[in-house]
């Protein structure tokens, strides 16, 4: 396959082929974290530059490991302690790591737009969006999509629940299209002032009822509460959130039997969901984890160096 | 508006004679508008020139020349400057400033509260005598509802109309684009168009209590006119206006661009239903003007990630292009003297009094005139600008529609050589 994606910003205009290809791909990868020896020399001598202006340690280690595990040369560029805390502008950042020899860039950074004006900055490099203000996480939603692919098949016709704050999420919105482009109906529900405009045109249907939403789910999505939405007054406790919207074992109930539980962590037990939820056997979270590595290693390869090669 | 021929002389600035068979003889220069269209200089009501302060992004030199490029006799600057316009000193800085540019004229506005903070009343007796030809806290509404009724109050005896930016402040805090698709599918915060309605209903609430009228600016959406148009019809004095921008762009471009920040403005474009509905607003004479909200920034300011770039669109050299390519566009919904009214007579019956000649083609008037040529297509090109702005949506387009000469007070301060040749 013809693989066309230089850069990976978002999923909008990647079709089903492109995704259906990534899982495949990812599922190579995963059986190279198995082997004793967790090495290939796919991405020798291509540098890759991590840069991320939000904190982050779960997405930065696992596209570090991605990067390693490809024998890349890995750099890391933190925003604080840097050029940045001096004011370097994200422009002349980006022209002094392609200077440098950067052959991808990982960037996450708490602007939306930020990826796009990185790609747009760039000559050569690929441009890795891990994650640009609320607007799109795509690496999140093609891990979510090969954990769910690895454990159930093929996809189409099946239903997914995702509970909580869509406004805020930009794992919602890449996975709402992801998930949707593979045939899976989504259904949303949450307290409805963190509900986005449009939640149709977006591809997923909004209900009040958590209950209804998790009806027939085989896939019950749980996104992470933040307290901050809570201090602007977005909702008027957490307990109260807990209530209605946490998932427990009452509330599971409501899924198919055997549905798969996933969260794109750090999970904040009591709120979204119990820990007997979190630890128990429908919970695919630390699948997530490890599909997160396999997944960043079939991508880095794919649009740096493999298929094309 | 005349369809047959006719000549206009013009002598020592003023416009002597309006008649056909001229003798063109004895003119020092004469030219010959064969197949152009000769208007009455064109005004923006709102545009941001930056001057005090904020030179790096335009001064009144620069923006004047801009103007003047663009079509435009006479522009209003907003005053939202550093400091900001809310003395007579400032108003009198202003125009006499405006008197050593090249371009259009340059008439200033003064702000409603003192310091554009929103608390009390500014100076507007004395800045109305200094010559400021509307108030406006522009950047900002006037929040608080009893300030505002009481500048309506207070400035009615001045003549001069206060023109409110519409926007509930607490409704659009933190919002970046229009509350619909944009917003949606971006994750960045939408800006309702409720926000904007609801100020523009409170504010003609206080239009009927007070009887003075009041003026809106850079409406953006058809919530906004179907309020608008209500109030209207009960015969209430008020009074609108709608930029180039959102008349011919929409929120798909923020997003089919990549969120590219040179689509980042305040109020944001909105979806092409409310579009549509600007567009019926002039058909049927809800909207009185058309102005640019003229928002130049130095390339840094919008060089940037979208959520950090700068709000605003600069545009005075193409906006009137960019309104007559999208009247093509839309096959012509309603003749052009409709649309030009929008530049011309329209925005002087907001003006005081002292102004209201400009807008009209008469004898004795001074000679502020606008030629257009609706049928010239050209590229936009930021990198040939009088205005320091270099970043504006239609950069590189091909727009359908430009205005050829500029005249003010009988000077030529702006004249397209191409489409000149051999005319004059």
């Given at each position: 396959?013809?693989?066309?994606?230089?850069?990976?910003?978002?999923?909008?205009?990647?079709?089903r082929?492109?995704?259906q290809?990534?899982?495949?791909?990812?599922?190579?990868?995963?059986e190279?974290?198995?082997?004793?020896?967790?090495?290939?020399?796919a991405?020798?001598?291509?540098?890759?530059?991590?840069?991320?202006f939000?904190?982050?340690t779960?997405?930065?280690?696992?596209?570090?490991?991605?990067?390693?595990?490809?024998?890349?040369?890995?750099?890391?560029?933190?925003?604080?302690?840097s050029?940045?805390?001096?004011?370097?502008t994200?422009?002349?950042?980006?022209?002094?790591?392609e200077?440098?020899?950067a052959?991808?860039?990982?960037?996450?950074?708490?602007?939306?737009?930020?990826?796009?004006?990185?790609?747009?900055?760039?000559?050569?490099?690929?441009?890795?969006?891990?994650?640009d203000?609320?607007?799109?996480?795509?690496?999140?939603?093609?891990?979510?999509?090969?954990t769910?692919?690895k454990?159930?098949?093929?996809?189409?016709?099946?239903?997914?629940?995702?509970?909580?704050?869509?406004l805020?999420s930009?794992?919602?919105?890449?996975?709402?299209?992801?998930?949707?482009?593979?045939?899976?109906?989504?259904?949303?529900?949450?307290?409805?002032?963190?509900?986005?405009?449009?939640?149709?045109a977006?591809?997923?249907?909004f209900?009040?009822?958590?209950?209804?939403?998790?009806?027939?789910?085989d896939?019950?999505?749980?996104?992470?509460?933040?307290?901050?939405?809570?201090?602007?007054?977005?909702?008027?406790?957490?307990?109260?959130?807990?209530?209605?919207?946490?998932?427990?074992?009452?509330?599971l109930?409501?899924?198919?039997p055997?549905?798969?539980?996933?969260?794109?962590?750090?999970?904040?037990?009591?709120?979204?969901?119990?820990?007997?939820?979190?630890?128990?056997?429908?919970?695919?979270?630390?699948?997530?984890?490890?599909?997160g590595?396999?997944?960043?290693m079939?991508l880095?390869?794919?649009?740096?160096?493999?298929?094309?090669? | 508006?005349?369809?047959d021929?006719?000549d206009?002389?013009?002598?020592?600035?003023?416009?002597?004679?309006i008649?056909?068979?001229?003798?063109?003889?004895?003119?020092?220069?004469?030219?010959?508008?064969?197949?152009?269209?000769l208007?009455?200089?064109?005004?923006d009501?709102?545009?941001?020139?930056?001057?005090?302060g904020?030179?790096w992004?335009?001064?009144?030199?620069?923006?004047?020349?801009?103007?003047a490029a663009?079509?435009?006799?006479?522009?209003v600057?907003?005053?939202?400057?550093?400091?900001?316009?809310?003395?007579p000193a400032?108003?009198?800085?202003?125009?006499?400033?405006?008197?050593?540019?090249?371009?259009?004229?340059?008439?200033?506005?003064?702000?409603?509260?003192k310091?554009?903070k929103?608390?009390?009343?500014?100076?507007?007796?004395?800045?109305a005598?200094?010559g400021?030809?509307?108030?406006?806290?522009?950047?900002s509404?006037?929040?608080?509802?009893?300030?505002?009724?009481?500048?309506?109050q207070?400035?009615?005896?001045?003549?001069?109309?206060?023109?409110?930016?519409?926007?509930?402040?607490s409704?659009?805090f933190?919002?970046?684009?229009?509350d619909?698709?944009c917003?949606?599918?971006?994750?960045?915060?939408?800006?309702p168009?409720?926000?904007?309605?609801a100020?523009?209903?409170?504010?003609?609430?206080l239009?009927?209590?007070?009887?003075?009228?009041?003026?809106?600016t850079?409406?953006s959406?058809?919530?906004?006119?179907?309020?608008?148009?209500?109030?209207?019809?009960?015969?209430?004095?008020?009074?609108?206006?709608v930029?180039?921008?959102?008349?011919?762009?929409?929120?798909?471009?923020v997003?089919?661009?990549g969120?590219?920040g040179?689509f980042?403005?305040?109020?944001?474009?909105?979806?092409?239903?409310?579009k549509?509905s600007?567009?019926?607003?002039?058909?049927?004479?809800?909207?009185?003007?058309i102005?640019?909200?003229?928002a130049?920034?130095?390339l840094?300011?919008?060089d940037?990630?979208?959520?950090?770039?700068?709000?605003?669109?600069?545009?005075l050299?193409?906006?009137?292009?960019?309104?007559?390519?999208?009247?093509?566009?839309?096959?012509k919904?309603?003749?052009?003297?409709?649309?030009?009214?929008?530049?011309?007579?329209?925005?002087?019956?907001?003006?005081?009094?002292?102004?209201?000649?400009?807008?009209?083609?008469?004898?004795?008037?001074?000679?502020?005139?606008?030629?257009?040529?609706?049928?010239?297509?050209?590229?936009?090109?930021?990198?040939?600008?009088?205005s320091?702005?270099?970043?504006?949506?239609?950069?590189?387009?091909?727009?359908?529609?430009?205005?050829?000469?500029t005249?003010?007070?009988?000077?030529?301060?702006?004249?397209?050589?191409?489409?000149?040749k051999?005319r004059?």
């Amino acid at each position: 396959m013809e693989w066309r994606h230089r850069h990976v910003i978002d999923l909008d205009t990647w079709d089903r082929s492109d995704l259906q290809f990534i899982m495949e791909q990812s599922r190579s990868m995963d059986e190279l974290l198995d082997r004793p020896i967790k090495k290939v020399p796919a991405l020798r001598g291509k540098l890759v530059v991590n840069l991320f202006f939000e904190a982050s340690t779960r997405t930065r280690v696992s596209f570090e490991l991605a990067e390693k595990f490809l024998s890349a040369d890995v750099v890391n560029w933190s925003a604080s302690g840097s050029s940045t805390g001096k004011g370097e502008t994200l422009r002349d950042t980006a022209w002094t790591l392609e200077a440098m020899g950067a052959d991808a860039v990982v960037i996450r950074h708490g602007a939306v737009g930020a990826a796009d004006y990185l790609a747009r900055k760039l000559r050569k490099s690929s441009v890795f969006n891990g994650g640009d203000g609320a607007h799109a996480h795509p690496t999140q939603a093609l891990l979510d999509l090969y954990t769910a692919w690895k454990k159930l098949g093929d996809l189409d016709g099946m239903k997914m629940a995702m509970i909580g704050d869509v406004l805020h999420s930009r794992v919602a919105r890449s996975d709402i299209i992801a998930f949707n482009r593979m045939g899976v109906k989504v259904e949303l529900s949450g307290p409805a002032t963190l509900m986005p405009r449009d939640t149709h045109a977006l591809g997923a249907e909004f209900r009040e009822d958590p209950r209804d939403a998790l009806k027939g789910a085989d896939i019950v999505y749980l996104l992470r509460i933040q307290r901050e939405r809570q201090e602007e007054g977005m909702f008027p406790s957490l307990d109260e959130y807990h209530q209605f919207f946490g998932a427990d074992d009452e509330l599971l109930e409501f899924a198919r039997p055997g549905a798969l539980v996933m969260h794109p962590g750090p999970i904040n037990r009591g709120v979204e969901i119990s820990s007997t939820v979190a630890d128990g056997a429908q919970s695919m979270i630390l699948g997530q984890v490890r599909s997160g590595v396999a997944l960043r290693m079939a991508l880095l390869f794919v649009c740096l160096g493999g298929a094309n090669q | 508006m005349e369809d047959d021929p006719t000549d206009i002389l013009i002598v020592d600035g003023t416009i002597e004679k309006i008649c056909s068979g001229t003798d063109a003889g004895q003119a020092d220069r004469s030219w010959d508008l064969c197949g152009l269209v000769l208007c009455p200089g064109f005004i923006d009501l709102h545009c941001h020139l930056r001057d005090p302060g904020q030179e790096w992004r335009e001064d009144i030199i620069s923006g004047s020349l801009a103007g003047a490029a663009g079509g435009y006799t006479t522009l209003v600057c907003m005053p939202n400057t550093d400091p900001p316009i809310d003395s007579p000193a400032l108003v009198r800085y202003v125009l006499e400033k405006s008197g050593y540019g090249k371009g259009t004229r340059v008439l200033p506005a003064g702000c409603v509260s003192k310091g554009r903070k929103g608390k009390t009343l500014a100076e507007m007796g004395k800045m109305a005598l200094a010559g400021a030809v509307l108030f406006t806290d522009d950047g900002s509404p006037v929040g608080d509802s009893n300030l505002l009724r009481l500048a309506l109050q207070y400035s009615s005896r001045l003549g001069v109309r206060i023109m409110e930016h519409p926007e509930d402040s607490s409704l659009a805090f933190g919002a970046q684009v229009n509350d619909g698709i944009c917003s949606t599918f971006s994750g960045l915060k939408g800006w309702p168009t409720a926000a904007e309605a609801a100020d523009i209903s409170r504010g003609i609430s206080l239009c009927r209590d007070t009887g003075v009228p009041i003026h809106f600016t850079h409406v953006s959406s058809g919530e906004s006119i179907e309020v608008l148009r209500s109030a209207k019809y009960s015969g209430l004095p008020v009074t609108c206006d709608v930029t180039p921008h959102h008349l011919s762009l929409a929120e798909g471009s923020v997003i089919s661009s990549g969120y590219d920040g040179v689509f980042k403005v305040n109020p944001p474009l909105r979806s092409i239903s409310d579009k549509d509905s600007l567009w019926e607003g002039i058909a049927d004479g809800t909207v009185d003007a058309i102005a640019t909200d003229h928002a130049p920034y130095h390339l840094d300011e919008k060089d940037l990630p979208f959520q950090e770039a700068s709000f605003g669109i600069a545009s005075l050299e193409c906006a009137v292009a960019a309104v007559l390519n999208e009247w093509h566009r839309r096959g012509k919904p309603f003749p052009m003297e409709r649309l030009l009214s929008l530049f011309t007579s329209g925005p002087s019956s907001i003006l005081p009094k002292e102004w209201k000649w400009l807008g009209k083609i008469e004898t004795g008037s001074p000679a502020d005139l606008t030629v257009l040529d609706p049928e010239l297509e050209r590229e936009v090109d930021v990198k040939t600008w009088k205005s320091k702005a270099r970043l504006s949506p239609w950069d590189g387009e091909r727009l359908k529609g430009w205005p050829v000469m500029t005249l003010v007070m009988g000077e030529t301060v702006h004249i397209d050589r191409e489409s000149f040749k051999g005319r004059g």
